[in-house]
């Protein structure tokens, strides 16, 4: 059973704009979320990350946003860039382990 | 560079024929781990290495091996591979389990 979701396949948005690409989570043994971005044949890069004691964590153009109550994650993108257009990985750790949702491919458009 | 390697690149086999993917990371970094891409599933943990000669499942293990005899390399071993463990697989190292973990290229896998 999947425990971390990511609903939205693919997200297009104009440069310049915001991008917002939003997680769901089902366990609330979860106390660390990230974010990774992949590129075609590349492994995925870390982009930013949360701890489940916060709410928000800003680096340069991305934001996290944490609302425990709701198990929604979400990350902002502002301005997004055309080379953020790859797919981008919610995480989440517990015990160990990590466990991915299904990816979000963002397209930017110029 | 600081990176991790993984090879072959890409594979195609026959089931049931043994076969192992390398991983080997030049960061002295604790915790290792395999994970498998699938459409539909994205990324699912295998198995992860707190430490040298410390193992443990992760969500997939069924149908794979791996060993951490030294700090840097930790093997991916499918025993007798069957067509639904055709994959993309990935490896990743991080300093400690909470840390970023670092990916490596990732090892496209056919079996037939």
């Known amino acids: 059973d999947q425990q971390v979701k990511q609903n939205s396949p693919s997200l297009s948005v104009q440069e310049g704009r915001i991008s917002i690409l939003n997680c769901d989570y089902t366990?609330?043994?979860?106390?660390?979320f990230l974010w990774y971005k992949k590129y075609p044949a590349e492994g995925p890069t870390f982009l930013i990350s949360?701890?489940?004691?916060?709410d928000k964590n800003e680096d340069g153009r991305f934001t996290v946003f944490l609302n425990k109550s709701a198990k929604h994650l979400s990350l902002h993108i502002v301005p997004s860039q055309p080379g953020d257009s790859a797919v981008y990985f919610c995480?989440?750790?517990?015990?160990?382990?990590?466990?991915f949702g299904t990816g979000t491919s963002l397209t930017v458009i110029p | 560079e600081a990176q991790v390697t993984q090879n072959p690149r890409y594979l195609i086999t026959v089931t049931g024929k043994k076969l192992t993917v390398t991983c080997s990371q030049n960061?002295?970094?604790?915790?290792m781990s395999w994970y498998r891409q699938d459409p539909g599933l994205g990324l699912r943990q295998i198995y992860y290495?707190?430490?040298?000669?410390?193992?443990d499942k992760g969500d997939v293990p069924e149908g794979y091996k791996v060993s951490r005899k030294e700090k840097r390399n930790f093997p991916l071993i499918l025993e007798s591979p069957s067509p639904n463990q055709t994959s993309l697989y990935f490896c990743?190292?991080?300093?400690?389990?909470?840390?970023?973990?670092?990916f490596g290229p990732g090892t496209r896998l056919l079996v037939l």
């Open positions: 366990n609330s043994m979860f106390d660390y």
């Open positions: 995480a989440a750790y517990t015990g160990n382990q990590f466990y």
């Open positions: 960061m002295n970094h604790e915790y």
């Open positions: 290495s707190m430490n040298v000669e410390v193992t």
């Open positions: 949360i701890s489940s004691i916060k």
């Open positions: 990743a190292s991080s300093s400690q389990v909470w840390e970023t973990q670092y």
